[in-house]
């Protein structure tokens, strides 16, 4: 059974840091690349960082250089390190896999969504 357990959200002021944590079935873990999406309503979600099995990672534009995504293969889960957020960060926070081929990453998430967790960048 496919499981996604995202935790580490909440409410934090421009600049501030938060860091996120995706717990994962072994079944998903550990074939796959994984990545952080993000969603706010009326939009679609987003791929914003992801990782490969091997640790290569990938940052959209809008976050690279404040993010940092890192994975722990022993106890299958991936994180997000958030510094200098902003209040466009704001958004529901979810992991999922990637596909990544060569050079490449694809948003190609599983069918199955965890509850996600919440950022809020407010002042």
């Known amino acids: 059974q496919v499981q996604l357990v995202e935790s580490g959200g909440g409410l934090v002021q421009p600049g501030g840091s938060l860091r996120l944590s995706c717990a994962a079935s072994g079944s998903i873990f550990s074939i796959n690349a994984m990545g952080w999406y993000r969603q706010v309503p009326e939009k679609q979600r987003e791929l914003v960082a992801a990782?490969?099995?091997?640790?290569?990672?990938n940052y959209a534009d809008s976050v690279k250089g404040r993010f940092t995504i890192s994975r722990d293969n022993a106890k299958n889960t991936v994180y997000l390190q958030m510094n200098s957020l902003k209040p466009e960060d704001t958004a529901v926070y979810y992991c999922n896999t990637v596909l990544k081929l060569g050079s490449g990453w694809l948003p190609v998430p599983r069918d199955y969504w965890g509850q996600g967790t919440q950022v809020t960048v407010s002042s």
């Open positions: 990782i490969s099995k091997d640790g290569s990672t």
